[in-house]
């Protein structure tokens, strides 16, 4: 089988970085993008499997030229990772307008018009594919301090589960969000971005201190994940949905008996609105 194409977004650190290795291991292309990707080196990479290309998310003509440039040297892209994206903490109250739109802009926006690039690549093309988004744990679930991050994880997911109803069979082209619990990157450290507490009604929360004492204490091995995104991906009929880490799983199914025994609980409203006869 010829190798696959991978074009991921956010290979800075963390798990596109991690995923870049474990597609040029495996025998694979990596197109390994950054918004300044003078900046990456990958051991295995060599001109023939790899190339590095500047990517913003929030910039059409930077992806669109992503692609092209992916086209040109590859002639296909047989996999899509959106896994650029940020972290916003604070009280929903702290946090600014502007930094609301920014955090949807990147992790929302961004994300969508990447998406479209690649289902219009791969349908033209004709050789169908995968897109993964990297979602997160609390793109199922609201997390204290993470609003507007969950806000944007959230949509991510009705989004592709709306759209992946919306694809043609024939078209081939398959869609799976990934949903991260703790992992040891720099995503609560460097990469994150707080919005401190200065109002004395949330005495109670310290995004930033929590964030501290958990960084790189986390269960989650990013390695590990990359190899799991990397198996999703080379399936027959990968899933829409896939948690990984331990306790991204216990909370995930904590949520459906949660879930499941509220729906029973209202039914009796649930089933009293229809029109009568």
């Given at each position: 089988?010829?190798?696959?194409?991978?074009?991921?977004?956010?290979?800075?650190?963390?798990?596109?970085?991690?995923?870049?290795?474990?597609?040029?291991?495996?025998?694979?292309?990596?197109?390994?993008?950054?918004?300044?990707?003078?900046?990456?080196?990958?051991?295995?990479?060599?001109?023939?499997?790899?190339?590095?290309?500047?990517?913003?998310?929030?910039?059409?003509?930077?992806?669109?030229?992503?692609?092209?440039?992916a086209l040109d040297?590859?002639?296909?892209?047989?996999?899509?990772?959106?896994?650029?994206?940020?972290?916003?903490?604070?009280?929903?109250?702290?946090?600014?307008?502007?930094?609301?739109?920014?955090?949807?802009?990147?992790?929302?926006?961004?994300?969508?018009?990447?998406?479209?690039?690649?289902?219009?690549?791969?349908?033209?093309?004709?050789?169908?594919?995968?897109?993964?988004?990297?979602?997160?744990?609390?793109?199922?679930m609201g997390v204290?301090?993470?609003?507007?991050?969950?806000?944007?994880?959230?949509?991510?997911?009705?989004?592709?589960?709306?759209?992946?109803?919306?694809?043609?069979?024939?078209?081939?082209?398959?869609?799976?969000?990934?949903?991260?619990?703790?992992?040891?990157?720099?995503?609560?450290?460097?990469?994150?971005?707080?919005?401190?507490?200065?109002?004395?009604?949330?005495?109670?929360?310290?995004?930033?201190?929590?964030?501290?004492?958990?960084?790189?204490?986390?269960?989650?091995?990013?390695?590990?994940?990359?190899?799991?995104?990397?198996?999703?991906?080379?399936?027959?009929?990968?899933?829409?949905?896939?948690?990984?880490?331990?306790?991204?799983?216990?909370?995930?199914?904590?949520?459906?008996?949660?879930?499941?025994?509220?729906?029973?609980?209202?039914?009796?409203?649930?089933?009293?609105?229809?029109?009568?006869?």
């Open positions: 089988m010829a190798p696959r194409v991978f074009l991921i977004t956010g290979c800075s650190t963390g798990f596109g970085n991690e995923l870049v290795k474990v597609v040029l291991s495996k025998g694979d292309y990596a197109v390994a993008t950054a918004r300044n990707s003078s900046k990456l080196s990958f051991k295995d990479a060599s001109d023939s499997n790899s190339l590095l290309v500047d990517l913003d998310v929030t910039k059409k003509d930077s992806f669109e030229k992503a692609f092209d440039a040297k590859f002639k296909r892209v047989d996999v899509v990772v959106n896994n650029a994206g940020y972290g916003l903490a604070g009280p929903f109250e702290a946090i600014s307008e502007l930094q609301m739109r920014k955090q949807m802009e990147i992790n929302f926006f961004g994300l969508v018009d990447v998406t479209c690039k690649a289902m219009e690549t791969m349908r033209d093309l004709k050789t169908g594919g995968v897109i993964q988004q990297v979602t997160s744990i609390g793109g199922q204290p301090g993470f609003s507007i991050y969950c806000a944007s994880k959230w949509a991510v997911e009705g989004f592709t589960e709306a759209i992946s109803k919306e694809v043609k069979p024939e078209w081939g082209i398959k869609l799976t969000c990934i949903e991260p619990g703790g992992f040891r990157t720099d995503w609560s450290g460097p990469s994150m971005e707080f919005r401190e507490v200065k109002n004395d009604a949330y005495d109670h929360m310290d995004p930033k201190k929590r964030a501290s004492d958990r960084y790189m204490k986390q269960e989650g091995d990013p390695t590990k994940a990359a190899n799991v995104f990397y198996d999703l991906a080379v399936m027959d009929d990968p899933p829409l949905r896939c948690v990984v880490e331990t306790d991204a799983y216990k909370a995930i199914n904590s949520k459906i008996e949660t879930y499941k025994e509220n729906v029973k609980k209202f039914e009796k409203y649930s089933n009293s609105t229809d029109v009568d006869g």
